[in-house]
């Protein structure tokens, strides 16, 4: 069983649905990251949660949604999506948010149509 | 000034050349430095920790500079498989890592 499992790997969502995205950690860490990788742009931070908590919101637009029920769930609720936000979303975990390490999971590719 | 920059390339060498990589920070306060590998389409996976005294790991060896604000990576004996994207990644207290946009190493036979 990988770390980090994230569901699903694939989705193609119209502009006018609801879908969500699925993070798990099986390592034990106590924080939890959203990321989203877009074609020849570095990695965004989105979203930090810290034991549960919600700890930074990277200015990111009102139609995506984070929920973290518990240390090792994370999701992202997307509505109303632009073509612009198709992308490579990933989940990370780390022990904290500290000086350590993270690891991701294999991520979402997401196409917006 | 990007808070982490890397040289885009691609950086083109053959089999068993010797490759460095750069990737300069600009927040004097941060506090830990990794190199991550990133396959085309794949996730980041981390591939060292940047230590101050600086770390091998088989061809692999990291360097930290305090006084100039950058890391390296330098890659000896190239294989094919070392063909990939390479990120680095600073941890600037206690938030999430910031990520460069990666270096392209295409090592060719």
């Known amino acids: 069983e990988t770390g980090v499992t994230q569901t699903p790997r694939h989705l193609v969502m119209g502009m006018t649905n609801k879908k969500s995205l699925k993070c798990e950690q099986h390592l034990g860490h106590n924080a939890m990251y959203w990321y989203k990788q877009s074609a020849k742009k570095p990695l965004e931070l989105m979203f930090v949660?810290?034991?549960?908590?919600?700890?930074e919101n990277n200015s990111v637009p009102s139609r995506f949604s984070p929920e973290c029920p518990n240390s090792s769930h994370l999701f992202l609720h997307l509505h109303t999506l632009q073509p612009e936000d198709s992308a490579l979303y990933l989940c990370?975990?780390?022990?904290?948010?500290?000086?350590?390490?993270?690891?991701f999971g294999q991520g979402t590719r997401l196409t917006v149509v | 000034r990007k808070e982490v920059e890397q040289d885009p390339g691609p950086f083109n060498v053959p089999e068993g050349a010797t490759v460095a990589f750069n990737c300069t920070y600009s927040?004097?306060?941060?506090?830990?430095f990794f190199w991550y590998r990133q396959d085309c389409r794949k996730e980041p996976k981390l591939l060292m920790s940047v230590y101050s005294s600086g770390n091998e790991d088989g061809r692999f060896t990291a360097q930290l500079n305090r006084a100039s604000q950058y890391i390296s990576l330098l890659i000896r004996d190239s294989k094919l498989s070392d063909s990939a994207t390479y990120l680095c990644a600073v941890n600037m207290g206690r938030r999430a890592l910031t990520f460069g946009s990666g270096t392209r190493l295409q090592v060719q036979p």
């Open positions: 990370a975990s780390s022990q904290d948010r500290g000086n350590r390490e993270a690891f």
């Open positions: 927040n004097s306060a941060s506090q830990s």
């Open positions: 949660y810290n034991f549960k908590e919600q700890t």
